[in-house]
């Protein structure tokens, strides 16, 4: 299985946190809302508490998944995210309280 | 021949409209859960001797208590005991829509899931293999594709077989890991020793109880034994919090996806490598940087071009069909108070009704456009900037922009807003956008008294109007009960061709909401305002307008109008507007002309009657503000629920309009006397 992996994605240079996993070992930590448009991360922690972290851990944004960015609105606010295959925006406030580990390009 | 009353579950855009309405086709029902304005649907589907009872379900994500709709569709699976469960799931967007499949699953009933949209799903390259999906969640599978009506009869066959436990449907439980599952078992255990909730599964209870579910646990609390239960659960929380560095409610999320992942990898077969789709490159351009505004302008400009030009048509075929009914009606009755009654008050009042409908069709029309193929959801995703900033949601931008058009199909516009606070806000400042029945009159008075000048007054009444709406949304999302704070998710579905029949489906279950709640009230509303026109009777005919109680109530309000500069004439002339703006101008024809040579124009009349500038503009700013037409109200009191927000309405608006028209009228007089 782990011999699978790495030849599929083997190419690719890799987080240093897998999908999946969550091992820390963080280089690139920073908020969802520094991410630009086309850049990926793999979430490390959803800040906050109560309904407003239930609902977006249960929208997907769960530790150890990956977050593309798709695109910011015309105006800036709210962004395009891809999380568990399914396209969702969020707004700047939301994402601020998303921790990623940013994916080397 | 019996009855089998089966739920229908499933994710806003997983099709469960689509499922519903082809499993019952036209046996349907549409009122209301008790209680609440949420819509509650149910249709009838037959299967041989049986007869199926579909009820329609609220389109969530979980079953969390966050919203009036997760809690009505679990308590309707807890307490109505349907006897099987359909989770309609979108094959193309499998994890997030297995979230709730698994939630279903904590009930323990007996469920099938029709894994619909398979069709798009093949297109992006997912084969699911509908076997190993099933035995993995422990319900049969039934592979759909709702608009070509794929798969529906075997998912009906299948769900009598289920009820009749023919076929078997024994959801699994998802393994939490030791330590919760552990917690779950003593939590449930001493539920039943406690003998709390009894009715409820108990490890669906015990799992809501280690979530915090506050609406389970207000629920317990009201047992006897409740003390001794919540502070073993508390403790146990805890422990939990800290062995883990994280909240229980976030373990259980984790554990439940980390079951799907496990599914989707042993059910789902990708084959093609992920390109960008279709309706990604349908997004490049749509929500484009520079290009995105322009062509939502461009949609929006469409949708209020189908929604009020093109609905012109139909309203002037209606208007001469009421015309001819009316002279059908004079001809054959002798004159007298039924022949009025009859002709102005019935007709007049089925006219009232019947002039929004053209516009109604139209309007719901293009939302469902707009719905259906996923452009609302970029036309929030585009807007919300703007209108969160005044404490509103990208989707607020439609209803307040077909407000210009008119408000009561506006007001209806507010359903796709889910949450109530950005709702009730975006109902409460609908009436400050001008509405096509107050152009007349500032046609006529800027036509009167700033001839070559009418552009920059109309413009700048409109955009006075948007102005206060800004400022009220303010501060009514103030005031109003400030909302815990939730996360803005808006999803943004893949754009979809609609098929014809579902769009006009659509449109119509839109419309006959209208018909069937606004319609009777509306009548009645006119006719009564009618009789307040024609009453009391003078020599058995009805009264000058300026002697009918409408226009006594006008009269008496002449003190409280006074300085903003207004004549008894224009007071009855506002308190006819109630009734619809457009009549202002009517009533002005009368009340003015009256006694003056009938070859005046009203314009003359006006000019001749000594009103002033300045209060000429503080009359257009009144009309701009002052209270909704009576429609516009019971628009407002029956998509709310409550009288209070139709008051609330009432009252601010006659303030703002008193506040707005007199400072008007007093700077007015310094600057165009
Ligand atoms: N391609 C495809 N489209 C579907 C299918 N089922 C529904 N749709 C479309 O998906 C959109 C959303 O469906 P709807 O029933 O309104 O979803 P709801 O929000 O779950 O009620 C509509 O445009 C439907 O025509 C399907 O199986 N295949």
Request: with cysteine; charged share 20%.
């Amino acid at each position: 299985m782990g011999f699978r992996w790495r030849f599929r994605w083997g190419r690719r240079r890799r987080c240093s946190v897998e999908e999946g996993k969550t091992c820390p070992r963080f280089e690139n930590l920073v908020t969802l809302e520094e991410l630009k448009t086309g850049e990926e991360g793999i979430i490390v922690k959803v800040l906050g508490n109560g309904t407003f972290r239930q609902r977006l851990l249960e929208m997907g944004f769960l530790p150890g998944t990956k977050v593309r960015v798709i695109r910011y609105a015309p105006l800036e606010d709210p962004v395009e995210y891809e999380v568990k295959g399914y396209h969702v925006a969020l707004r700047h406030e939301e994402a601020a309280r998303v921790l990623v580990e940013k994916c080397p390009k | 021949m019996s009855e089998i009353v089966i739920a229908l579950a499933g994710n806003p855009n997983s099709g469960k409209t689509t499922i519903f309405n082809q499993l019952t086709g036209a046996h349907q029902k549409v009122g209301n859960w008790p209680g609440v304005t949420v819509e509650k649907k149910e249709g009838e589907a037959r299967f041989r001797d049986f007869t199926l009872k579909v009820v329609d379900l609220p389109g969530i994500y979980s079953f969390s208590a966050y919203s009036l709709e997760e809690v009505i569709a679990r308590n309707f699976i807890l307490e109505e005991s349907p006897r099987v469960i359909v989770n309609v799931v979108d094959a193309s967007n499998l994890e997030r829509n297995l979230y709730l499949t698994v939630q279903l699953l904590e009930f323990g009933k007996p469920m099938v899931v029709a894994l619909n949209m398979i069709d798009v799903a093949k297109s992006r390259g997912l084969y699911v293999d509908v076997e190993v999906l099933s035995r993995l969640l422990g319900v049969p599978v039934v592979p759909t594709v709702g608009t070509k009506r794929l798969g529906i009869e075997e998912l009906v066959e299948t769900v009598v077989q289920v009820a009749l436990g023919k076929k078997k449907s024994q959801p699994v439980n998802v393994y939490y890991g030791r330590e919760i599952e552990e917690a779950l078992r003593e939590i449930s255990e001493k539920l039943s020793s406690l003998g709390i909730l009894q009715d409820y599964p108990s490890r669906w209870v015990a799992l809501k109880l280690l979530e915090g579910d506050r609406e389970i646990l207000n629920k317990v609390k009201e047992e006897p034994a409740a003390e001794e239960l919540l502070l073993r659960v508390k403790e146990i929380s805890e422990s939990l919090t800290r062995l883990f560095d994280e909240t229980p409610e976030a373990l259980i999320v984790e554990a439940r996806y980390g079951f799907i992942s496990g599914a989707v990898r042993e059910a789902v077969r990708v084959s093609a490598i992920s390109r960008k789709t279709l309706s990604e490159r349908l997004d490049d351009l749509l929500t484009h940087r520079l290009l995105g505004f322009p062509i939502f302008i461009l949609f929006m400009y469409l949708l209020f071009y189908l929604t009020f030009k093109l609905g012109a048509y139909p309203v002037a075929w209606l208007e001469h069909l009421l015309e001819a009914s009316e002279n059908l009606l004079r001809a054959k009755l002798p004159p007298g108070l039924l022949r009025e009654i009859l002709v102005e008050g019935v007709l007049g009042g089925v006219g009232g009704v019947l002039v929004y409908l053209p516009n109604i069709l139209f309007l719901f029309l293009g939302i469902s456009l707009f719905e259906d193929t996923g452009y609302l959801a970029r036309a929030a995703f585009i807007m919300d900037r703007v209108m969160h900033s005044l404490g509103l949601h990208g989707k607020s931008f439609i209803p307040l922009l077909m407000g210009f058009g008119c408000n009561v199909p506006a007001i209806l516009a507010t359903r796709t807003l889910e949450n109530p606070r950005e709702r009730i806000l975006t109902i409460l400042i609908n009436p400050l956008m001008s509405c096509s029945a107050r152009f007349p009159v500032y046609v006529l008075f800027a036509g009167t008294f700033f001839r070559g000048h009418e552009t920059p007054v109309v413009f700048g009444l409109y955009a006075l109007g948007i102005i206060l709406a800004a400022l009220i949304a303010r501060l009514f999302g103030r005031i109003l009960v400030k909302e815990e704070d939730t996360p803005f998710v808006l999803e943004l579905p893949p754009y979809r061709l609609p098929t014809v029949r579902s769009l006009f489906f659509h449109m119509w279950d839109k419309t006959r909401i209208y018909l069937r709640k606004m319609g009777g009230v509306i009548l009645v509303a006119s006719l009564l305002l009618w009789g307040f026109s024609a009453f009391p009777r003078v020599d058995g005919r009805s009264p000058d307008l300026a002697e009918s109680y409408i226009g006594k109530v006008g009269q008496a309000m002449e003190p409280v109008l006074e300085p903003l500069g207004f004549d008894w004439r224009m007071g009855v002339a506002l308190t006819t507007g109630f009734v619809a703006k457009e009549v202002v101008v009517s009533s002005l024809g009368v009340l003015y002309k009256v006694g003056e040579e009938t070859t005046q124009t009203l314009e003359e009349a006006l000019r001749a009657s000594g009103m002033s500038p300045a209060a000429a503009l503080a009359f257009m700013v009144f009309v701009l503000l002052y209270v909704p037409c009576v429609g516009t109200l019971i628009a407002i009191w029956k998509e709310t629920g409550s009288l209070k927000y139709p008051a609330i309405n009432v009252i601010y608006q006659l303030l703002l309009a008193w506040i707005v028209s007199f400072l008007t009228y007093r700077i007015g007089q310094f600057i165009i006397g």
